[in-house]
């Protein structure tokens, strides 16, 4: 894979519905900045059903190639579709 410029992967805490305690999630998402992977990561966490969806860190990916294996497939998707989100089960 070569250099993902324009994919960012946006660390947030949200709630699913009527849970008291938020997830983890990742969202990889393309986007032309910081602000707009922000945005659109907070959103579609929304359109999945969780809320109170709160930003904790954003990093853009220099190098796909530097990538963990398990997460080539969230950075595919999210070239391809726009976004992805990988959801941990665990707090």
């Known amino acids: 894979m070569d250099v993902a410029a324009g994919v960012f992967v946006v660390t947030l805490e949200a709630r699913e519905a009527g ?12 986007a ?6 922000e945005a659109s990561a907070v959103r579609e ?4 059903g969780f809320t109170d969806a709160r930003v904790l860190r954003t990093a853009e990916v220099i ?5 963990p294996d398990d997460f080539r497939p969230a950075l ?5 579709y726009g976004s992805w989100l990988i959801v941990y089960e665990e707090p």
């Open 19 to 30: 849970a008291p305690t938020p997830l983890t999630i990742l969202a990889f998402v393309l």
């Open 32 to 37: 032309g900045g910081m602000a707009e992977a």
């Open 45 to 48: 966490t929304g359109r999945d």
């Open 63 to 67: 190098d796909a190639a530097a990538m």
């Open 76 to 80: 595919a998707n999210a070239r391809r």
